[in-house]
C-alpha cells in the first residue's frame, strides 16, 4: 500500500483541539516517565490548561496536524507550549516549554515544526529565557532542544519516583 505523503501545519491550538491533545499527553502520563504525572486526565480536567494557553502573550499552545489523504479530517500529531515559569512576579520573562508528540509522529521533523512556530510566535513577547526540563534519559528531546539553542546547566539527580524507579531531569535554557 502506497503512503500518501502530507502537509505538515503548525497553528495555534483551539478548544476543538482538547480531547486529541489530552490522548496525547495520557500517552506519555500511562508509558513513560517523560512527565511525572502518574494519573491521567480527562478532557474536563484538561480544560484549565488549556484555556491557560491563549492565542496571544507569553503562555501559547502550537499544535501540529496533518491532512488526511482525502482532505476531509486533520489529525494532530504533536503539540508544543510556553507556560509560567515560575508563579513569583519576577519570574515573569522565563517560560518553560515542552513538545509532546502523537507516539506514532515522532522521526518526522515535526518537533523542530512546533518549536520554530512557537519561538516565532513568542518572538515579539517580553521575554528573556525560555527553560526545558528533559527526564533521562531521553536522547531525542535532548537532540531538539540543543539544535534551538539550549544549553544544559545542571541536572535534578532522581528528583521524581514513577513506575518504580527515580528519574533525573536535566534543565536546559535558551535565551530569548
Do not use: C
Not at 491521567?40 to 496533518?66: C, K, N, Q
Amino acid at each position: 500500500m502506497p503512503s500518501e505523503r502530507t502537509e505538515v501545519q503548525v497553528r495555534p491550538g483551539a478548544e476543538s483541539d482538547l480531547g486529541a491533545l489530552t490522548d496525547i499527553y495520557n500517552h506519555y502520563v500511562r508509558e513513560t516517565p517523560i512527565t511525572f504525572d502518574t494519573a491521567v486526565f480527562t478532557p474536563e480536567e484538561r480544560r484549565p490548561w488549556l484555556l491557560s494557553h491563549p492565542e496571544d502573550g507569553p503562555y501559547r499552545l502550537m499544535v501540529a496536524t496533518d491532512t488526511d489523504p482525502t482532505g476531509t479530517s486533520q489529525r494532530i500529531l504533536g503539540y508544543a507550549t510556553s507556560s509560567p515559569f515560575r508563579a513569583k512576579p519576577a519570574y515573569a520573562t522565563s517560560v518553560e516549554v515542552t513538545v509532546y508528540l502523537a507516539p506514532d509522529a515522532g522521526g518526522r521533523g515535526i518537533g523542530t515544526l512546533l518549536y520554530k512556530g512557537l519561538f516565532e510566535a513568542l518572538a515579539d513577547e517580553d521575554l528573556h529565557r525560555a527553560y526545558a526540563g528533559i527526564a533521562q534519559p531521553n536522547e531525542a528531546s535532548t537532540r531538539l532542544h540543543e539544535r534551538f539553542g539550549f544549553r544544559h546547566v545542571g541536572t535534578y539527580r532522581e528528583v521524581g519516583r514513577k513506575f518504580g524507579r527515580y528519574w533525573d531531569v536535566a534543565w536546559y535554557e535558551k535565551p530569548l
